[in-house]
């Protein structure tokens, strides 16, 4: 499957019931973001390089959290997970190695 073809597939369904996955995402996105905050901070590097990357896993978290509670249509609200969702993943998957 194309990678626009599963965007838009996952983003019409994400339409259709919008409130509960957005509130089962809060929790998901929540976690995977407070594991990359604890893999970030585990490995003391230098705090020029820890705390921005910290600071952008917390800013996309509570940006994607901030949409939900503001209920911004859904394009933007799943865009705005698929980053946190993906900076989150790609900050654990560089820790771990």
Do not use: D
């Not at 996955?21 to 390089?49: R, V, W």
């Not at 921005?52 to 249509?73: Q, R």
């Amino acid at each position: 499957m194309k990678p626009m073809n599963l965007y838009n597939n996952l983003l019409s369904e994400f339409e259709k019931a919008q409130l509960g996955y957005a509130t089962i995402a809060i929790i998901a996105q929540s976690c995977i973001g407070a594991i990359a905050a604890m893999m970030i901070l585990k490995y003391e590097s230098s705090p020029f390089l820890m705390l921005p990357l910290l600071f952008v896993v917390t800013l996309l978290c509570l940006g994607f959290n901030m949409s939900v509670l503001i209920h911004w249509k859904p394009r933007p609200m799943f865009n705005t997970l698929i980053a946190s969702l993906l900076f989150s993943i790609l900050m654990i998957v560089v820790y771990m190695i």
